[in-house]
Structures are given as structure tokens and as C-alpha cells.
């Protein structure tokens, strides 16, 4: 294991405080332990379990795992060794990690960068906060990026709702992996893209019923051609038939 020493510089927005690395060996373990500050890990080989909050997250190489203040955590490896490097930091753009997702991929290894900065010495903890926005730019430009198409994804349902929709037509439309835009939608929505479409078109019969629209027509305004789908759709959702739905409206 490798720890590099850092001066505490108080940066306001974003202040490394611990810097390193290491080559695990077979079936190594850390934890339980809480932080005080953000930490981020950047796996370079092998792979892991990052396990808080009662939930495992797979962890391999090219990804980086983050842990936040406050968390309790576990992280370890089966029977292969893995080796990785980390940066922990704090600051007020800290905080912002929090809205990313435990694990995430990474295209440039920022740590790498910040190790061969302590090679050369000199000004450290300014050369490691230079790189330390650096990773905070590939990371939330990354998440920029993803929102875009999320919304872009949700508009679509909500103009079309009425037509027939597939999840592969979807992520064909904005130019994307079906398997990776279902992922990402989820992380961010907390939903999948067919839950989130059952989702807009239950609100639309529902508004629909509400009008006095009887129900074969709600059906097909919502993209149903076969009515008792809709009608189990509905009270899956609401507990109570379209028909029942509409007489009490």
C-alpha cells in the first residue's frame, strides 16, 4: 500500500486530504468503516463487492466506486487480487457526488495523474486540486449528459403515449444501447423506461374517466387495443376497475 501526505488547505470547494494506492491481495477486505469526507476509489485491475446500506454493488476495472460522509461501508475482493487508487476530499462541490451512483465509469484515471504529481513534489496539494476539478468535470459532464437523453426519453412517452411503444424502438430513437440507456434511466428515474410509460398512461385514462370517456374508448387513447389488459393495467394501479373508476368520478 501506498499513502501519499497532505497538507489540509482548507480549498472551499474542493480540498484533497488523502491520496493513494493499492495491489490487494486474494480475498482482502476493509471495513466497516464511516468517513468524514468523500471518498473515491478508482479500480484499475481485478474486480470487487462495494457493499452499504445492506446492498452490493459488482465493482471491476475501468469503474470507481464512491463513498460519501456518514456511510458505512465494506469493500473487498473474492479470489483474485484487485488494485486501485483513491482520492478523498472535501469542499462544498463534494456534495454533489451524493447525486451520482455508487459505482460509475471513469474514461481518465484522475489519481494516476495526481500520484505522478507527488513524484515530482513541489506544490502537491494545488497540482492534486487542479486534477481533483478535473474528475469533477468528467463526472458531472458525464451526468449531464445522461440527463439529456432522460429527458428527451420522458418527453417522448409523454407526446406518444398513445402509440404502441418498445424500449428497443426508444433508445434506437436517441442513438443509444438498449441495455445502457434502461440502466441509466433507472438510476436517475428510479424506475424502468415500461414501468414509466405504464406510469404516463394510467395518468392520462385516469384524467380520461374522469371526463366522462367510456372505457374502451380511455383504452385506446392510451395505447391499448386489448381492453382487459388495460382494465388489469388500471387496477394493478389503482386498486379499483376503470369502469368502478369512471361511476365514482
Known amino acids: 500500500m501506498r499513502d501519499i501526505a497532505l497538507v489540509n488547505r482548507g480549498f472551499s470547494d474542493l480540498n484533497p486530504l488523502i491520496l493513494g494506492e493499492e495491489q490487494c491481495r486474494p480475498h482482502h477486505s476493509y471495513g466497516p468503516a464511516v468517513r468524514q469526507y468523500t471518498l473515491i476509489h478508482f479500480v484499475i485491475s481485478g474486480s470487487g463487492i462495494l457493499e452499504k446500506g445492506g446492498v452490493k454493488f459488482p465493482v ?54 495526481m500520484l505522478k504529481c507527488a513524484e515530482v513534489g513541489g506544490m502537491l496539494e494545488y497540482n492534486v486540486t487542479s486534477l481533483l476539478f478535473g474528475l469533477y468535470a468528467e463526472f458531472f ?49 428510479g424506475c424502468s423506461i415500461q414501468e414509466y410509460i405504464i406510469e404516463v398512461r394510467m395518468e392520462q385514462a385516469k384524467q380520461h374517466l374522469e371526463r366522462g370517456v367510456n372505457v374502451a374508448q380511455t383504452a385506446q387513447l392510451c395505447g391499448y387495443d386489448d381492453v382487459s389488459n388495460f382494465s388489469k393495467m388500471f387496477k394493478r394501479r389503482y386498486g379499483i376497475s376503470p369502469r368502478d373508476w369512471k361511476k365514482q368520478s
Open 60 to 113: 471491476s476495472a475501468g469503474q470507481a466506486f464512491i463513498i460519501l460522509p456518514g456511510e458505512i461501508t465494506t469493500y473487498y475482493t473474492g479470489g483474485e487480487p484487485w488494485e486501485y487508487q483513491w482520492i478523498g476530499f472535501d469542499g462544498a462541490l463534494s456534495e454533489h457526488f451524493s447525486q451520482l451512483s455508487p459505482v460509475v465509469t471513469y474514461s481518465k484515471n484522475w489519481v494516476k495523474e
Open 141 to 189: 459532464a458525464s451526468q449531464k449528459h445522461s440527463n439529456h437523453y432522460i429527458k428527451r426519453v420522458k418527453n417522448y412517452v409523454q407526446t406518444m403515449y398513445m402509440h404502441p411503444l418498445r424500449v428497443e424502438n426508444i433508445a434506437q430513437m436517441v442513438n443509444l444501447d438498449r441495455r445502457y440507456l434502461s440502466r441509466v434511466f433507472k438510476e436517475r428515474v
